[in-house]
């Protein structure tokens, strides 16, 4: 594939809470051999420090104070991408954590937050290809690249997938949270693939992905 010869090939995907991209995301990379980031990582790793912290993730100036003194450090495990905050690496569990889930879109909506993760995001690509999936990749974190995903599902598949993972999840209000919020709300980027996995198997969205990236590639 030409770009990947070139500057390091980016693949950004985005969509609502447990829309599948995730999954997707993760075959995409395997597939191409790329790194998968889950830039949602990043955010929820910073609210369990937040947490950690006995901060209240509504204190905004709190949390401010506590991210300035705070380092990040971006790595890479088995072509997946790792992330530790204050130098803790967290795992999946505690990242999943319903203190998180209720917190994390007030953590992401601060200005100052996005700031200084999608600067880590964009370092982290600038020296490898990426699948990286969140809310606001293909609009801002990487407006230029060409392959660019949003996906989607019925807010009752959605809820049902986050139940049948056995997660207590907040989706409706993240949703609401993420899709109002001033600072880089989610978005379909016009330039974007849409694709509805309501109906649809994992594979076969990952499928419609990688021959679109095939196509615009050649
Ligand atoms: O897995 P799920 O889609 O439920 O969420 P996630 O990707 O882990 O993201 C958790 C939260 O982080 C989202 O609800 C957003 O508030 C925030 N987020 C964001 O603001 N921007 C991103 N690029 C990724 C996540």
Redesign the pocket.
């Known amino acids: 594939m030409k770009s990947m010869s070139q500057s390091p090939l980016i693949v950004a995907i985005?969509?609502?809470?447990?829309?599948g991209?995730?999954t997707v995301a993760r075959k995409v990379a395997a597939a191409l051999g790329l790194v998968f980031v889950?830039?949602?990582?990043?955010?929820?790793a910073f609210t369990w420090w937040v947490l950690e912290n006995g901060i209240d993730p509504g204190d905004t100036a709190a949390v401010l104070g506590l991210l300035k003194s705070t380092g990040f450090e971006c790595g890479e495990e088995d072509g997946t991408g790792t992330i530790a905050v204050g130098g803790v690496r967290m795992t999946r569990n505690e990242?999943a954590a319903s203190a998180v889930n209720a917190g994390?879109?007030l953590i992401?909506?601060i200005p100052e937050v996005?700031e200084r993760l999608v600067a880590e995001q964009r370092r982290y690509a600038s020296s490898r290809g990426v699948v990286m999936?969140?809310?606001?990749?293909g609009s801002v974190?990487f407006p230029d690249t060409t392959h660019k995903f949003y996906i989607d599902a019925s807010p009752e598949v959605r809820e049902a997938r986050?139940r049948a993972e056995g997660i207590v999840?907040s989706?409706a209000q993240?949703d609401r949270?993420?899709s109002s919020r001033k600072a880089?709300p989610l978005v379909i980027p016009d330039d974007a693939m849409v694709i509805d996995s309501s109906e649809l198997g994992i594979d076969e969205v990952v499928g419609s992905v990688l021959e679109r990236i095939r196509s615009s590639a050649e």
């Open positions: 985005d969509g609502p809470a447990a829309s991209k995730s889950n830039s949602g990582a990043m955010y929820r990242l994390v879109s992401a909506a996005r999936e969140g809310r606001d990749i974190v986050r999840d989706i993240r949270i993420d880089s």
